[in-house]
């Protein structure tokens, strides 16, 4: 799929510390495990050599194809695979790779993804309400509005999307459902919010369904709990979180492999885009960067 005109490419977040802390080995195997449309993968296959390696997995079909494209011209060999990262071990058994040198996980959705005029990511796109990064999925954002429980629903709001207004929005939904598209869920959104900072709402509401449409926070505690098992002696993981519980997530299980010694944390303190890139590109405000090495 070719990204709609008005889209702008994706901007990929954090670039330079990203490529600093995996201190990449050029004849090394490194792993982007949401490697979206490669914006981090070709900094990190333009430092690999021939004899190096690079595993690019994502969920969404669109985004490899255009990755593929993107970089075919490399001289580094590169394999890119329709699947989810929390599959690593699998994946790279596959591949017949035993360990890697490095991991980059740059979670939540891509330009591609939102800007996309079928895809329903966006609050301002008119579209089916899917959602699903991988369209081989059955369950669309769609299902999730129809078929979950008032009070469910108002926990995925409350829980994934910080709403405070979660309970009236499950109740306004509950009224006026079935939801098909983007529109019908905006309109029972705006029927039970106050018009000041309904966008924020809006936001709330669609980062929520997302998460849940794609069990966003299950996966990535699956790879935590995982990852090291893929990493060499002296690998690097990479992780960047735009949502708190993911930060939460990954902070907590650092913290456990440190204590049992088997990585050292490279980022004390989650690290943050540096005011000029803030500025540059608003969508890399909420992000989080950790990073860990591996040492036994
Ligand atoms: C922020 S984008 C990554 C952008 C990429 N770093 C770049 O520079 O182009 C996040 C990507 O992660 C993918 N994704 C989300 N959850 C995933 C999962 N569990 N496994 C694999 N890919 C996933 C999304 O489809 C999306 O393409």
Redesign the pocket.
């Given at each position: 799929m070719e990204p709609s005109q008005d889209a702008p490419l994706?901007i990929?977040?954090m670039t330079e510390e990203v490529i600093s802390l995996l201190e990449i080995i050029p004849e090394g195997i490194y792993v982007?495990?949401?490697?979206?449309?490669?914006?981090?993968?070709t900094q990190i296959i333009s430092r690999l050599s021939s004899k190096g390696q690079l595993v690019g997995?994502?969920?969404?079909e669109d985004?490899l194809q255009y990755?593929e494209d993107r970089l075919t011209a490399s001289s580094c060999p590169f394999k890119l695979i329709h699947?989810?990262?929390?599959q690593i071990l699998r994946i790279l058994s596959k591949l017949e790779i035993s360990k890697v040198n490095g991991i980059?996980l740059?979670?939540?959705?891509?330009s591609?993804?939102l800007n996309s005029e079928d895809r329903g990511f966006s609050f301002s796109r008119p579209a089916p309400l899917d959602m699903r990064?991988d369209r081989t999925n059955r369950r669309t954002a769609a299902d999730v509005l129809n078929k979950l429980s008032e009070p469910e629903l108002s926990d995925v709001f409350y829980t994934y999307g910080e709403e405070r207004r979660s309970r009236s929005i499950a109740k306004k939904i509950s009224q006026v459902r079935p939801l098909f598209t983007v529109s019908d869920l905006v309109e029972a959104v705006r029927s039970c919010t106050p018009p000041n900072f309904r966008h924020r709402t809006l936001a709330r509401v669609f980062q929520a369904l997302r998460i849940v449409v794609?069990k966003?926070l299950e996966?990535l505690e699956i790879f935590l709990n995982h990852f090291i098992e893929a990493l060499a002696i002296g690998g690097k993981v990479v992780i960047i979180s735009f949502h708190s519980l993911e930060d939460r997530l990954v902070k907590q299980h650092f913290r456990q492999m440190k204590e049992n010694g088997r990585i050292r944390i490279l980022t004390k303190k989650p690290l943050q885009p540096k005011e000029n890139e803030r500025k540059l590109n608003t969508r890399s405000r909420s992000a989080k960067l950790r990073a860990a090495e591996r040492i036994s």
């Open positions: 994706h990929p977040v982007d495990g949401t490697v979206g449309l490669g914006g981090h993968a997995i994502d969920l969404d985004a990755c699947n989810s990262y929390d980059l740059d979670l939540g959705i891509s591609l993804q990064f794609n966003e996966k």
